[in-house]
Structures are given as C-alpha cells and as structure tokens.
C-alpha cells in the first residue's frame, strides 16, 4: 500500500511557464510534508516543506500548497527555469516519528528553453 | 566536511558476500538516516539515528541488514549475504534533529550497490 503517490511520472513545461507537481497521500496521520529536487548521480536536495498548520508555504519561486481534507499537497515552480529540470519527490512523516518519512516515486520535471 | 559524505560511491559485490557501506555525517547534525532507491522507485526508509536514542530500525527490509552509529557520527550499514534484489542507491542523511523544525535532510551522494 502505497501512502504516497505521485501520479504523474514525469512532466514536460517551457521555460518561464508554470509548473505544478502534485502529490496523495492516504494516511491521514502524516502532518508534515517536504519536497526534494534530485540531479541524476547526487542525493535530493530539500526544497520547501509546510506542516498541517498551513495551506501555502513559499519561498522565492516555490510554493507549496497543502489540502488536508483531500490529503493532496502540490508544487507550484514560478517561472520555470532550466536548471529546474530534475526529478522531484514529496515527502510525508508524522509527528510521532518524524524521523521516518513516507516518499513518493518522483516526478520527472523537464523545462525547455 | 560541509556536506555529507558516502563511501564507496560504487559498490558491485558477488551474490552471497558481504558489504559495508559507510557514511560521515555533517559535523553537528545529531540524526542519521538511511534510504535506499531501487530503479525508478521512490526513497524506501531502512533505519535512523537520533542522538543517544536507540534507533528506529523498522525499515529493515531483512535481518541480514544492519547499521551502527559510533560516537553520535559516522555510520556504518551492513548488508550480510547479499542478493540480488539488494541492488539499489544506498543514501544517507543528516539533520540538525529530526523533522519537527521542517527542515529536511541533507543527502549524500549515495552508493550504488550492484549485486552480480
């Protein structure tokens, strides 16, 4: 059973547009959520993250929306860049046990110039 | 060092053997993970470190794993008998404590592990 989904494998979106990552999760018990970017042959790189308390976390060109009722989060990238194109995880743990987070499959992000 | 780091970055071991993989957290950061990735799958949670605590050891997919932590720093994940379905990306992470500040881990390199 899969807790964390990321429907989308990959994603295709021009340079300067919007891109939008989207992300499930089923166990209702997760309350705090966290985006990574990875680069092929390096480690994630943690982006942005946003606990239940909020609806919208921002910083500089990423947002991150939170919609607790349908247990969805998505990332908003404005304007894409290039160098955005990577593959992106989301990420959920609960506050229980913060220390083990649930992550999803990634979404593979491309931005053409 | 300034960020994490994993050793060795290739591993290719023969079906049966054992294998240590090695990691050296950031100076300071009291929690240590480990993830593994298997091709095109998403980070599958194995163990982590918190301080003094004992560790959380629910994500060990098989008794044939194991990991220390010496000294509150580098740490150590073995693998006993390796098989095949243990290839994967073997990543480590460190935090300053565990996610309730939200902020994230900070990720090695990882190893890729090749079980022939």
């Known amino acids: 059973d899969q807790q964390v989904k990321q429907n989308s494998p990959s994603l295709s979106v021009q340079e300067g547009r919007i891109s939008i990552l989207n992300c499930d999760y089923t166990?209702?018990?997760?309350?705090?959520f966290l985006w990574y970017k990875k680069y092929p042959a390096e480690g994630p790189t943690f982006l942005i993250s946003?606990?239940?308390?909020?609806d919208k976390n921002e910083d500089g060109r990423f947002t991150v929306f939170l919609n607790k009722s349908a247990k969805h989060l998505s990332l908003h990238i404005v304007p894409s860049q290039p160098g955005d194109s990577a593959v992106y995880f989301c990420?959920?743990?609960?506050?229980?046990?913060?220390?083990?987070?649930?992550f999803g499959d990634g979404t593979t992000l491309t931005v053409k110039p | 060092g300034a960020g994490v780091s994993q050793s060795p970055s290739n591993k290719v071991t023969e079906k049966g053997k054992d294998v240590e993989l090695r990691c050296d957290p950031i100076?300071?950061?009291?929690?240590l993970y480990w993830y593994r990735q298997s091709l095109g799958q998403g980070l599958e949670f194995l163990i982590y470190?918190?301080?003094?605590?004992?560790?959380?050891k629910s994500g060990l997919p098989s008794d044939r794993f194991s990991a220390e932590r010496t000294g509150g720093s580098v740490s150590t994940l073995t693998i006993q008998r390796t098989q095949q379905e243990d290839s994967a990306v073997y990543l480590c992470?460190?935090?300053?404590?565990?996610?309730?500040?939200?902020?994230?881990?900070?990720f090695g390199s990882g190893t890729r592990l090749t079980v022939v």
């Open positions: 992470a460190s935090s300053l404590g565990t996610l309730g500040d939200l902020g994230g881990y900070t």
């Open positions: 166990n209702s018990m997760f309350d705090y």
């Open positions: 946003i606990s239940s308390i909020k």
């Open positions: 990420a959920a743990s609960k506050p229980t046990n913060a220390g083990k987070s649930t």
């Open positions: 100076s300071g950061h009291t929690a």
């Open positions: 470190f918190q301080g003094n605590s004992a560790p959380d």
